[in-house]
């Protein structure tokens, strides 16, 4: 199949009216869909958008591949569209995009297909074939451009197969590409790095995992023989076959864009020997690399609407009063006390389980999140200490999460040998018996243990009451941040509710305003240093503003759990810097919750609201600040 049988004029649109990555998705989705090419256009372009958050399309030198396979594609078809002024697609190379090919590939598409579409995006990596297509007066000029370059190329064989040619390097350079839909960068990956290889005069041989199979398969002779092996892939690929050999492995991405420090790594021996543990299964083997943060965010990720919804529920209960939702007072208000409940009783009890289920599930798939959701039970109920009601809180929902997941891997190896005729008990009676059971008598030994840590600082804290109340105001403001509403901050606002019982509210005011810094620092740093966070960081930074102004300090985890060296210290800092303003300011506080929502609460009147807001500004500002001077710019994924 030629690729003009899938790029037709009606898919063509010569002069893009678009202004943003947005809008030209939504124009390009459109063509398509005027042109007969899709069943649900919205279920499409959903396809995309979920495309471009794994990484951008905007691969560099001008150009965008949009790309995705789809249930709601009728026919496989590419739109193109071109925009002479250029738009930001947040490219790899962070320059504009001029042409823009829009690849849509059905569920079912077959070979042929697929290996059209393939071909289309190795054809861009010529720039002069870039030069016609930006050339062109009309939809037939584009046309011919790319009937022309399939015809120099003696139609639609494999163009990712390397040719021989002269060894004057004496190197013998392996690679394998694939991206997660197996369409675009996989081939274009191939194809510059196999052009640079001709141009250098190395040897390369380049393996494909698109969609259409695996292509130009590495053979165990190949692999013998290499002197190394670049594995440019951000999804699975066999690794154990690389075992001893020298790997360099990295994003496709990163083939395309860095072509020749990759291959000079490969040539001058810059690459680390790869050892394969046989011991692990598969889908550990698969995450040995940032498993960590892909278990934590997983959690993360299914924890936060409980952070969210419950908090925002207990700050607008807030409304009717600050004891509004207790029975005994004359304020009482059975919808507030109805919304707190909701908010705090059932949202934020559930928030340490969930964490834990997911990150335990994350792990070991979905016989993980039973033991992982009891593991989370444990560390919130069960203390071990005397006339301690609480447990560990988050940071016992991440060690229970963590333990879990590992736990049940182990009993899935265990029961690895069962018969056949067993095979349906393990998900149902194996696994959940023997991973709660175990997962559940580690947490009961040592959530005490973690639960004595807690109230250890708690009564450090309460030592501190008669020093100085500035250098107080600054700890209590640096434990809000530490841990990103773990034990520590749960510690040192404990501390200031124990205030607030012995009517002294600046203790109360502290924490609160401290605790609010962290997601606004982030969120500010997101807005003012663009360029040093990936495009879902920018996008969890507008959720942050909203999180840190309800006093939701977790709102911060995800930039801390991407980036701790930096944004911890960051936040730890501004935080600090709010807690002694507080102090200094002499500021008092009644409402235990509700950042903003309750600043109206803050004793002395509107200049002490005033001070309030700039105490809490000014830390967020410093986080945000120190946060954009340590970290370095970063490529938008």
Same mark, same amino acid.
């Given at each position: 199949?030629?690729?003009?049988?899938?790029?037709?004029?009606?898919?063509?649109?010569?002069?893009?009216?678009?202004?943003?990555?947005?809008?030209?998705?939504?124009?390009?989705?459109?063509?398509?869909?005027?042109?007969?090419?899709?069943?649900?256009?919205?279920?499409?372009?959903?396809?995309?958008?979920?495309?471009?958050?794994?990484?951008?399309?905007?691969?560099?030198?001008?150009?965008?591949?949009?790309?995705?396979?789809?249930?709601?594609?009728?026919?496989?078809?590419?739109?193109?569209?071109?925009?002479?002024?250029?738009?930001?697609?947040?490219?790899?190379?962070?320059?504009?995009?001029?042409?823009?090919?829009?690849?849509?590939?059905?569920?079912?598409?077959?070979?042929?297909?697929?290996?059209?579409?393939?071909?289309?995006?190795?054809?861009?990596?010529?720039?002069?074939?870039?030069?016609?297509?930006?050339?062109?007066?009309?939809?037939?000029?584009?046309?011919?451009?790319?009937?022309?370059?399939?015809?120099?190329?003696?139609?639609?064989?494999?163009?990712? /197969? %390397?040719?021989?040619? @002269?060894?004057?390097? +004496?190197?013998? !350079? #392996?690679?394998?590409?694939?991206?997660?839909? $197996? =369409?675009?960068?996989?081939?274009?990956?191939?194809?510059?790095?196999?052009?640079?290889?001709?141009?250098?005069?190395?040897?390369?041989?380049?393996?494909?995992?698109?969609?259409?199979?695996?292509?130009?398969?590495?053979?165990?002779?190949?692999?013998?023989?290499?002197?190394?092996?670049i594995v440019a892939a951000d999804t699975k690929v066999d690794m154990g076959r690389f075992d001893g050999k020298p790997v360099i492995q990295t994003a496709v991405g990163k083939a395309i864009y860095e072509t020749d420090n990759l291959l000079n790594r490969a040539v001058t021996n810059d690459a680390p020997v790869y050892k394969h543990d046989k011991s692990k299964d598969d889908a550990a083997e698969s995450e040995s690399k940032g498993?960590?943060?892909?278990?934590?965010?997983?959690? /993360? %990720?299914?924890?936060? @609407?409980?952070?969210? +919804?419950?908090? !925002? #529920?207990?700050?607008?209960?807030?409304?009717? $009063? =600050?004891?509004?939702?207790?029975?005994?007072?004359?304020?009482?208000?059975?919808?507030?006390?109805?919304?707190?409940?909701?908010?705090?009783?059932?949202?934020?009890?559930?928030?340490?389980?969930?964490?834990?289920?997911?990150?335990?599930?994350?792990?070991?798939?979905?016989?993980?999140?039973?033991?992982?959701?009891?593991?989370?039970?444990?560390?919130?109920?069960?203390?071990?200490?005397?006339?301690?009601?609480?447990?560990?809180?988050?940071?016992?929902?991440?060690?229970?999460?963590?333990?879990?997941?590992?736990?049940?891997?182990?009993?899935?190896?265990?029961?690895?040998?069962?018969?056949?005729?067993?095979?349906?008990?393990?998900?149902?009676?194996?696994?959940?018996?023997?991973?709660?059971?175990?997962?559940?008598?580690?947490?009961?030994?040592?959530?005490?243990?973690?639960?004595?840590?807690?109230?250890?600082?708690?009564?450090?804290?309460?030592?501190?009451?008669?020093?100085?109340?500035?250098?107080?105001?600054?700890?209590?403001?640096?434990?809000?941040?530490?841990?990103?509403?773990?034990?520590?901050?749960?510690?040192?606002?404990?501390?200031?509710?124990?205030?607030?019982?012995?009517?002294?509210?600046?203790?109360?005011?502290?924490?609160?305003?401290?605790?609010?810094?962290?997601?606004?620092?982030?969120?500010?740093?997101?807005?003012?240093?663009?360029?040093?966070?990936?495009?879902?960081?920018?996008?969890?930074?507008?959720?942050?503003?909203?999180?840190?102004?309800?006093?939701?300090?977790?709102?911060?985890?995800?930039?801390?759990?991407?980036?701790?060296?930096?944004?911890?210290?960051?936040?730890?800092?501004?935080?600090?810097?709010?807690?002694?303003?507080?102090?200094?300011?002499?500021?008092?506080?009644?409402?235990?919750?509700?950042?903003?929502?309750?600043?109206?609460?803050?004793?002395?009147?509107?200049?002490?609201?005033?001070?309030?807001?700039?105490?809490?500004?000014?830390?967020?500002?410093?986080?945000?600040?120190?946060?954009?001077?340590?970290?370095?710019?970063?490529v938008t994924v």
């Amino acid at each position: 199949m030629r690729i003009t049988d899938l790029l037709t004029k009606e898919t063509i649109a010569m002069d893009l009216k678009a202004g943003s990555k947005e809008a030209v998705i939504d124009e390009l989705v459109n063509q398509l869909d005027a042109a007969g090419k899709l069943t649900d256009k919205e279920a499409f372009k959903q396809n995309i958008l979920a495309r471009e958050q794994q990484s951008t399309t905007g691969i560099g030198e001008g150009i965008a591949i949009p790309h995705a396979k789809s249930a709601a594609v009728k026919l496989p078809a590419i739109a193109f569209g071109r925009a002479l002024n250029g738009i930001d697609f947040e490219s790899m190379d962070g320059q504009p995009a001029n042409l823009f090919f829009m690849i849509a590939a059905s569920e079912g598409a077959n070979d042929a297909h697929l290996e059209a579409l393939s071909r289309l995006a190795t054809f861009l990596m010529d720039e002069q074939f870039r030069e016609k297509i930006l050339a062109a007066d009309s939809k037939e000029e584009v046309l011919r451009a790319v009937s022309d370059k399939e015809t120099e190329v003696e139609g639609p064989e494999d163009t990712t /197969v %390397s040719e021989a040619v @002269p060894e004057t390097t +004496g190197k013998r !350079i #392996l690679a394998v590409t694939a991206c997660p839909t $197996g =369409i675009a960068h996989t081939y274009m990956a191939a194809e510059k790095l196999n052009d640079r290889a001709k141009e250098l005069g190395i040897s390369l041989k380049v393996e494909t995992n698109g969609s259409s199979g695996v292509k130009n398969r590495l053979t165990a002779e190949d692999i013998a023989a290499a002197d190394a092996i670049i594995v440019a892939a951000d999804t699975k690929v066999d690794m154990g076959r690389f075992d001893g050999k020298p790997v360099i492995q990295t994003a496709v991405g990163k083939a395309i864009y860095e072509t020749d420090n990759l291959l000079n790594r490969a040539v001058t021996n810059d690459a680390p020997v790869y050892k394969h543990d046989k011991s692990k299964d598969d889908a550990a083997e698969s995450e040995s690399k940032g498993g960590f943060y892909k278990h934590l965010m997983n959690g /993360v %990720s299914n924890m936060l @609407p409980f952070v969210v +919804g419950g908090g !925002i #529920l207990i700050a607008i209960s807030f409304f009717w $009063g =600050i004891e509004a939702t207790d029975p005994t007072s004359p304020d009482y208000n059975a919808f507030a006390a109805m919304l707190s409940t909701i908010g705090g009783a059932n949202a934020f009890f559930l928030m340490v389980p969930v964490l834990a289920g997911f990150i335990a599930m994350s792990i070991a798939d979905r016989p993980g999140f039973a033991p992982g959701m009891i593991g989370g039970l444990i560390a919130i109920q069960v203390s071990g200490v005397e006339e301690v009601s609480g447990g560990s809180g988050f940071l016992g929902g991440l060690i229970a999460g963590f333990l879990a997941g590992y736990v049940t891997l182990l009993v899935k190896k265990a029961f690895a040998g069962l018969p056949n005729a067993l095979e349906g008990l393990k998900p149902v009676l194996f696994y959940p018996v023997f991973s709660i059971a175990i997962t559940g008598i580690i947490m009961m030994l040592v959530n005490p243990q973690l639960t004595s840590v807690y109230t250890g600082i708690s009564s450090f804290l309460e030592s501190l009451g008669g020093t100085n109340l500035v250098l107080v105001g600054l700890l209590l403001g640096g434990m809000m941040a530490v841990d990103m509403g773990g034990p520590v901050n749960k510690a040192a606002y404990t501390f200031g509710i124990a205030m607030l019982d012995a009517d002294n509210f600046t203790f109360m005011a502290t924490v609160m305003a401290a605790g609010m810094v962290p997601p606004l620092g982030m969120a500010i740093a997101t807005t003012l240093f663009k360029k040093k966070f990936t495009k879902p960081e920018r996008e969890a930074g507008k959720t942050a503003y909203v999180l840190g102004a309800c006093f939701i300090t977790e709102g911060v985890i995800p930039f801390a759990a991407a980036d701790p060296a930096r944004v911890i210290p960051a936040s730890v800092a501004g935080a600090a810097v709010t807690g002694a303003l507080v102090m200094l300011f002499d500021i008092g506080l009644r409402a235990p919750h509700g950042g903003v929502f309750v600043m109206g609460f803050v004793e002395g009147g509107a200049m002490n609201i005033l001070l309030y807001a700039l105490a809490i500004l000014i830390g967020a500002i410093v986080a945000a600040l120190t946060v954009g001077v340590l970290k370095k710019n970063t490529v938008t994924v």
